[in-house]
């Protein structure tokens, strides 16, 4: 004891020698500073302080005092509870081997490098959670920093869907697990593709397009500070399907047509298979390379490329031409009736062979009689069509089309023949009319044709003067009427033609007359003022006829064929003749005269 006192004596001692003015305090006390550990080689933190001997000596009496120490950051300030995490830890005044706790769970190995840095091992298997900081030197009250690291619970990986994707094409795929955190890394067969959006329990990522070979692949996905999570054999990346060759090469576009596929890397349950944008029915998996299927009717001629599209992967063409639809060409070999009149609307048979198209058909074909277009047109079979052939045309002799959807028309030459049909006229009523007015007439006959509103009605003359008003009553019957002003004379032929063709004629059949001659026998008064009515006898009046007072016409009223009213017109007083005027013919004036008050 004696020695180790001795020794504690002369270390004391050397260290007063060496101190300098701020290590001592010059009073009636000092200070000493004593170093942590024999063997440290940093300044001591631990100050005694007592009464000085006035001769340099070191007290023997004194108190240990604890400089102030704080907790500036922590870094990292998370972890996994999976793995360790080396941490550093920055403040004030640390002392040399320090007590450190996350929470309750002490660091491995925490040591102060400085009196301003700590470092040391979080261990695995903390719980996860928010926790205190808590640093203490030796001896001396702990500082704590709250709520100053954060453990996590390592992320877990389940399921990666969809599972499978074609290597030419991208594939957006979503990883489900738990614990995931922002800046996750997904990889497949070890490298990175690109990551979206981080949730919890998911992660949306993009498998790139052209990236791997087809096979199959783990899929990790690995946490910041975290190792590594795999999925075994997780995904799948498949060569897309390989078109080489379609069987039959061409079909006319309106057959249905059954066909065999053949290439490699086909898979059962194929979505979609087309020809151009045609898409085949009936799919029938046979094999990874064959498979068959149909290509409806009614489709564009053309040349196309071969598609398929496996279930769960992009549509993948053949990249060449690979089938024609070819336009079918029809035939004409008869039209039956083969002619009609060209007033009539008329159904009509076509016979021949290639005809193409249904009754609802998108491309029903074009059938045409000279430039007249058919309507009605149905597809009965290959070998005929119905259709209908419109009313009013221009007679003459016309080929027959028939041209299927895009292809190029058969055509019988001068198959069909439109006639004009000529009228007949068996009689007219009334058989006369009187020249000085219009004469309303039915005529009747035969093969009338048209309607009151028809463009090209037939053309109606008695004498060669066109009746006006025709109405085609139906085909034995028409209506018009003759205009006044005629000559009389007759009887004249009756005529009807019709459109295009010669004109039917009933000869002798109408006459027209003269009125009787018109007499004036009395005027009822002698003298008046204008605006006096006036009576007027005489004979053969006719509805219309005028009265005149000179050369003045009056307004007159037709009373009867033996009387009518006139009023005396403004005119200047004085004598004027009486003379009354029928329809048609010269005016008769009466022997005596009318004063004009």
Known sequence: MKSVALVLSCVISMMLIACTNNDLVKNDSFAV????????????????????????????????????????????????????????????EFEPNPIVLIGSTPVVGAVSVSDTVITGTVPTGIAPGVYDVTVQNVGMAPVVMPAAFTVYAPATVTVISPPNGVLNLPINVTISGTNFRSGAVVRINGTAITVGTVGGTSISATVPANTFTAGVYNVTVQNPGELVKTLSSAYTVENPPVITAISPSSSYNYNTTPVTVTGNYFKPGILTARIGAFTLTGISYVSPTTFTATLAANNAPGSYTVSVQNAAQGLETSGSTLFTLNAMTATVSSVTPSSSFNYNTTAVTINGANFVGTPTALFNPTVMIGGWTLTGVTVVNPTTITGTLAANLTPGTYNVTVQNYAATAGTLTNGFTINSQVATVSSITPTSGLNSGSTAVTITGTNFVGTPTAVSNPAVAINGWALTGIAVVNSTTITGTLSGGRPPGGPYSVSVTNYGATGGALAGAFTVTAPPVVTVTNVAASSGTPGTVVTIAGTNFLSGAVVRFGGTNASTTFVSSTTLQATVPALTAGSYSVSVVNPFQAAVTWGGSFTVL
Request: glycine residues 14%; aromatic residues 4%.
């Open 33 to 92: 500073r004593l170093n942590d550990s024999v063997g440290a080689t940093r300044a001591p933190r631990y100050v005694q302080q007592g009464s000085s001997t006035g001769s340099g000596a070191p007290a023997t009496t004194g108190t240990l005092v604890n400089p102030t120490n704080a907790i500036g950051s922590i870094t990292p300030n998370a972890g996994v509870n999976e793995v360790t995490h080396f941490i550093t830890i920055t403040g004030t």
